[in-house]
Structure formats: structure tokens, C-alpha cells
């Protein structure tokens, strides 16, 4: 079968793991690499590339033209509303949710200076930030993993922002600090791996085979919020999923942001499994009812703005 996929070192990371995976049972399967939009446009912010899913869009045409039959992605890239020709077929066991910070000198971000320049590709990271530490200076920060970390080791940042999953599934180990997700709400489906393949075919049974039935229910609970706000990817809005050690609850954050982290809307709950997808739904319109799609259309609107 083939797998396609974008060409950064993290996303080949993340495809050699699948393919060892249905190697183990007994599936072949051969690489195609996809350039997307958002591979192209390295040199502005993503909220300056056009349309949704800047990582995604070429990879869904070629699957739906029939050239790849399975493709491999970090699922927070993935919009909300997908093409109904296309299934979520696997849902890896997810790694870390969680941001960490990578600073020169080992400061944490409570003992970063005064003013300090902290990079982030991410307008919900760089809202949390301000929120938490008015005075940074947040500048963006765009390029694959290993182009982030060497701005950093080159001294154009006092710190950067990433998430923790990434350098797992590199392999690397660096002392960072875990960022806690009362402060830092983690994007929709962050740390996990999705394969998506055409629905009711052969390779979205194979794909299925290595879906994780948790990670699967946390990630829909959080897509299910977010939904409500209609967001999109480049705003800030996260939205974090855990089901709890008792296994029949699921404590839910979630929370849109002003684009200068002044204000928010959130929801912080414990709901039940049974009804899981109606109490997900019910926080979103909470999220709405609380003023979170206004934010999120004043966002829209700044951004856009910037664009002009």
C-alpha cells in the first residue's frame, strides 16, 4: 500500500512508524512524499497562507484521485470538517499533549527576563503566553523542528515553544519545561498520530487495526468542542481531552483566547463516558454561548487584517 506524506524530518518520523507498525502485521507498504501549501510558504506566519488545513490539503487530493491509499498525519492538522470520501481510519495511542518551552540556558518561563523573545509558530501559543507573561517579547517562528531548535541554538530566541510530542518521536532528549495545561490548553488532538485513507476500502481495515480506542474517544471529545466555535486551526482555541484513571469519566478543558491573551472563554469539566459525544457538543455551546465564537471572529478579523 502507499503511504503518503509530508517530507519534514518529524512527519517521515511519524510515517516510519506506522509503516513498522503494519509491517508487524504483515502489510507492505512503500513512501510518497506530498509538498504541501504550508511546506511551500515557510517565510510568513500560517495564518497568511490561504484556506484550512495547510498541511493536509494537497495529501487529501492526491488520496482522493486514488494515487496513495493511506496517509499519515499529525491529527491536530486535520480541520474539523473533513471530506466525507475520507475516514479517520486509525487513531494512534497518543504521546504527550503537552507544550514545553526550550530556552537557551536552561530558564524556565518563569525565570525568563523581562521582555525576553520567546518564538512560536502557534497564534494559540503565543496568546496563552501573553496571558501568562504580558511583558515577552513573542516573535514568530516558523520551519520544520531541527530549523527551530538551531534559531534557538543560534541565539535568535531567548526561548521557543513546541510541542513535547515531537521530540519524542524524534528521539531526542532535552531539558525542557512541561507546560501545564490549566495555563497551557494544548491544541485539539495534539501528540497524536492519524492515519486517514478513502472510506470502505481495504486500507482503511488495515488502518483500523492499529486505532486506539482512548485516544480515539479523547480526540473526538475534543474536535466535538471546538466544532462549536468554528476556529480553524489558526486561531487561538484549545481544547484537551483525559479519560481518567476510573475509566468512566473524562475531565474536558477547553478555552478560546483573545489574540493578545487579554481575555478568554472556557470550559473545565468532568463528564461522564455514557453520553460522551452530547456532553462534548453541550461544553461547545457553552464555549459559544460564553462569547467564544465572537472572539474567534474578532481573531479572524485581526488576522486578516495583518494580511491587507
Known amino acids: 500500500m502507499i503511504v503518503g506524506t509530508r517530507g519534514s524530518a518529524l512527519a517521515l518520523a511519524q510515517a516510519n512508524l506506522v509503516a513498522r507498525m503494519l509491517d508487524e502485521r504483515g502489510v507492505e507498504t512503500t513512501q510518497l512524499i506530498i509538498k504541501t501549501i504550508g511546506d511551500t510558504f515557510t517565510d510568513r506566519p500560517l495564518h497568511e497562507v490561504e484556506g484550512v488545513g495547510a498541511f493536509v490539503r494537497e495529501i487529501d487530493d492526491w488520496m482522493l484521485a486514488g494515487k496513495i491509499d493511506l496517509a499519515v498525519h499529525s491529527m491536530k492538522d486535520l480541520p474539523t470538517e473533513r471530506p466525507e470520501e475520507l475516514s479517520?481510519?486509525?487513531?494512534?495511542?497518543?504521546?504527550?499533549?503537552?507544550?514545553?518551552?526550550?530556552?537557551?540556558?536552561?530558564?524556565?518561563?518563569?525565570?525568563?527576563?523581562?521582555?525576553?523573545?520567546?518564538?512560536?509558530?502557534?497564534?494559540?501559543?503565543?496568546?496563552?503566553?501573553?496571558?501568562?507573561?504580558?511583558?515577552?517579547n513573542i516573535q514568530d517562528l516558523r520551519g520544520n523542528i531541527n530549523t527551530r531548535i538551531k534559531k534557538l541554538e543560534d541565539g535568535l530566541y531567548d526561548g521557543i515553544m513546541l510541542a513535547e510530542a515531537g521530540l519524542q518521536r524524534?528521539?531526542?532528549?532535552?531539558?525542557?519545561?512541561?507546560?501545564?495545561p490549566d495555563a497551557?490548553?494544548?491544541?485539539?488532538?495534539?501528540?497524536?498520530?492519524?492515519?486517514?485513507?478513502?472510506?470502505?476500502?481495504?486500507?482503511?481495515?488495515?488502518?483500523?487495526?492499529?486505532?486506539?480506542?482512548?485516544?480515539?474517544?479523547?480526540?473526538?471529545?475534543?474536535?466535538?468542542?471546538?466544532?462549536?466555535?468554528?476556529?480553524g486551526?489558526?486561531?487561538?482555541?484549545?481544547?484537551?481531552?483525559?479519560?481518567?484513571?476510573?475509566?468512566?469519566?473524562?475531565?474536558?478543558?477547553?478555552?478560546?483566547?483573545?489574540?493578545?491573551?487579554?481575555?478568554?472563554?472556557?470550559?473545565?469539566?468532568?463528564?461522564?463516558?455514557?453520553?460522551?459525544r452530547e456532553h462534548a457538543?453541550?461544553?461547545?455551546?457553552?464555549?459559544?454561548?460564553?462569547?467564544?465564537?465572537?472572539?474567534?471572529?474578532?481573531?479572524?478579523?485581526?488576522?486578516?487584517?495583518t494580511q491587507n
Open 88 to 136: 479517520i481510519a486509525g487513531v494512534l495511542k497518543r504521546d504527550s499533549p503537552f507544550d514545553v518551552l526550550l530556552t537557551v540556558d536552561g530558564s524556565t518561563l518563569d525565570e525568563l527576563a523581562d521582555g525576553a523573545i520567546v518564538g512560536t509558530t502557534s497564534m494559540r501559543r503565543r496568546a496563552q503566553l501573553l496571558r501568562y507573561r504580558p511583558d515577552l
Open 281 to 305: 457538543t453541550r461544553l461547545g455551546k457553552e464555549l459559544v454561548r460564553d462569547g467564544g465564537k465572537e472572539l474567534v471572529q474578532d481573531a479572524l478579523c485581526q488576522l486578516s487584517g
Open 170 to 180: 524524534m528521539g531526542w532528549e532535552m531539558n525542557v519545561e512541561q507546560l501545564n
Open 184 to 231: 497551557f490548553c494544548p491544541s485539539a488532538n495534539q501528540g497524536t498520530i492519524v492515519i486517514v485513507t478513502r472510506t470502505d476500502t481495504d486500507a482503511e481495515s488495515v488502518a483500523f487495526q492499529l486505532d486506539h480506542a482512548t485516544t480515539r474517544m479523547e480526540t473526538e471529545i475534543e474536535r466535538l468542542v471546538i466544532a462549536e466555535v468554528e476556529g
Open 233 to 276: 486551526c489558526i486561531v487561538p482555541v484549545g481544547s484537551y481531552a483525559e479519560i481518567l484513571d476510573s475509566g468512566d469519566e473524562i475531565h474536558v478543558r477547553a478555552e478560546v483566547l483573545a489574540l493578545d491573551g487579554s481575555h478568554d472563554v472556557r470550559v473545565d469539566e468532568i463528564i461522564p463516558v455514557e453520553g460522551y
